[in-house]
Every structure is written in structure tokens, then in C-alpha cells.
């Protein structure tokens, strides 16, 4: 870290896993941020930012940088870069903050082009950059780069305290009749490995979620894909709650929900994946699986105040579930991509994305 306090020194420093303090800046950074970006959401944790930076969610991490500018003597800004490593091997997803205080001062600027000099360097064709869709600010940013607005997610929030319990049981009955031929199972990470190895058809079926006109293939989940990710999260210290539905006549694992709780934050979890197998669409398990999650967390986290779920702004399937069960929205975000020369079309970004079957994302 001592380096780069000190004009001269380097611009762009690694934060590498375990260095506390540059992990304590860059937490102060999200902090300062969030008061200005998003206020609702909750403070960053330099221990979370710690397992984020050293596991990621799937054992590969993106690689985050503290920003100083030539002058300064602390950094303003930070440029976090992700190399997908198993599939859309074209891609690149950027990061990119500065500081509230120090905007319009072009650090921005800066952390873009380094942005794109290292896609250029790693090969990478497609970047791909979040903001909020109401932060004219940034939109008006990314474009000046030549970014295209691509795709949209939507956040919702669930405060258990306010959903309606009566309406909650008259779905779940409903559910239940439509899903009698299927018995849910809870599974707490680590799950053992032949039922690891039945959930990655079922995973996979998150492709089928919508994505706007981003430019991307499918994921590709495998045993070992799926054992990583689990191990990430339990390095973080996180717990996995996780509910299968298995089809009772032939035993198929045909959908799955989960939600990630950590104890330092202990009055929010986030919802993972939903996912339903396409063999298994049409029997209302979404909603089943989620309201058989609510009821599981209400007894093992009883000091739960709300979970948060993230859905492609278009997955109408999965948000009329979270919207009956009681999230509410709480804000879109954009997806902005820019392609470099030499981008190529994937066939996934080609298809006609009204004729997919809707079933998969939280
Ligand atoms: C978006 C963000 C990175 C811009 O950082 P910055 O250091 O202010 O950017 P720069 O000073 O290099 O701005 C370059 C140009 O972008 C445009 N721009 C940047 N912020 C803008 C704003 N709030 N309103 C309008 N135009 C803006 C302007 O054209 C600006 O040039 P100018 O100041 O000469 O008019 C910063 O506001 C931020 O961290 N926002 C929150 C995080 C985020 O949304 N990041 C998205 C990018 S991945």
C-alpha cells in the first residue's frame, strides 16, 4: 500500500487477499459511495469485502485496484475486472467508482481507459458495465466511451414483517396442489456429492433467464463448477440454504432455490438462484420452493428482517412469484456493453429472446 500514497508512486495498486488495510480502504471507498449511490443499501463489511476479494463467488475472483492519482496521497477511485474463465471467454466485466467527493475531476476517465487497455491486453472483445438506471450521471459516462444500454435487472426487497402470512398459505396450498407429484428436500452446504452432481442440470437452467441484448453464451456448470462455488461461499463464511425439488416418480432433481445468510449481517440474506428444469416447468414449483424457503429461515434465522433478490428486469415468470410472496422493487440497473473490434457475434445473442421458455433466476 505504501507505495502508491506518495506522488510518483503507482497509480493503479492490486488488492490482494489478506492485505487488511488496502482491504479497509477500498471498504471505506464502497461506504462513501454507497451514502451518495445507494443509500438503502447496507454498509459494506471489510470482513465480506475481505472473502469477496480472496474467493469471489466461485473460488475465482475478479481482481480489484485502488485508484491514486498523481498528487494525491489516498486513492479516490477503484477498478474491479472480471475474466470469466469457463464459457464467454470474449468478456470482460468492469467495476468502476470514484470517490463522491473527487467526480468530474476525470478519474473516472482514467479507470475506463485502464478498463480497456487491460480487456485489450487479456484478449477480451465485449465489456460489460453496471449503473443504476436513474443515474443519468453515470449513463451519460459509460456512453461517451461507446457504450450501448443492453439489458436491465431489477432489485427487489422482501421485509418479512410486512408480507400478508394468510396470502402466503393460500399460494403455498395452491402450490402444492399443482406440485403433488414432487417432495421438497432441504440441504445445508456442503452437499454431498452425488446430489451436487444431480443439481448441475437443474443450475444450468438459469440460462434460460432473460438477457436483454447483451452479447453472451450460455454458463457452463459442472460438478466441479458447482463444488467451487459452494466452497467460496462457505470460505466467506457464508451458509447456503438450499431446497430441491425432486420429482417423486422418478426421483429427478427438478428445481432448486437458495439463499446465501452470513452472520454479520445478520437481518438480510440474498436470494440465490431459483431455477426449475424444463422438463419440470408448469407445476408452480418456483413458488413453492420459495414459500418452503420463507418458512425454513423463519425458523432458523428467526431475526431475519429481509431478503433481497436480483431478476432480469423482463423475467416476468419470476417476478410475478416474488411480487405475489411480497418483494416489492427497489431499483433497476442497467447493463451498458461496448464491443471492441473484433467482437464476434455469440449464437445465444442471436436467438430470438421472446421464444425462451421462462422459468430460471431468483
Ligand atoms: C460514473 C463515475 C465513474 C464517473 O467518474 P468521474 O471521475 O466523475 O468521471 P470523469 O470526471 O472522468 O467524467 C468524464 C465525463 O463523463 C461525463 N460525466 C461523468 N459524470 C457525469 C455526471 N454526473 N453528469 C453528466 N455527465 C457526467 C462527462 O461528460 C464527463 O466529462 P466532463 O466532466 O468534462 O463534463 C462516477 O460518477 C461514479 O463512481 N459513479 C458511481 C459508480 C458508477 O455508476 N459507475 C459506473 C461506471 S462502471
Known sequence: MAADRHPGGMPFVRVNAGDAESIQVLTDLYNA????????????????????????????????????????????????VDLPIYDNLQLMWAEILVHPDHRRQGHGTVLMKEALRQ????????????????????????????????SHDARR?????????????????????AAKDYRLERLMSPVPEEVLAELVEVTAAINDAPAGDLTYEDEVFDLARLREIETARQKRGDLMYRIVARHKETGEAAGHTVVVYNALRPKRAGQGDTAVARDHRGHRLGMLLKIAMMQWLAGEQPQLESIETWNNADNSYMINVNEAIGYRLSRIYNMYELKLEGAKPYGQASEDASEKVYSASS
Request: aromatic letters at 10%; charged letters at 25%; proline letters at 6%.
Open 119 to 150: 480487456a485489450r491486453e487479456a484478449g477480451r472483445t465485449i465489456i460489460w458495465v453496471g449503473t443504476a438506471e436513474d443515474d443519468l450521471g453515470a449513463r451519460a459516462f459509460v456512453e461517451r466511451f461507446g457504450f450501448n444500454y443492453a
Open 157 to 177: 426487497r422482501q421485509q418479512l414483517a410486512d408480507v400478508d402470512s394468510g396470502e402466503l398459505a393460500r399460494l403455498y396450498e395452491q402450490a402444492e396442489e
Open 33 to 80: 459511495a454507497r451514502v451518495v449511490d445507494d443509500p438503502t443499501s447496507p454498509p459494506a463489511i471489510a470482513e465480506l469485502v475481505a472473502g469477496e476479494v480472496e474467493f469471489g463467488w466461485d473460488l475465482h475472483p475478479d481482481t480489484r485496484y485502488l485508484y491514486t492519482a498523481p498528487g494525491a496521497d489516498s486513492p479516490v477511485g477503484l477498478l474491479a
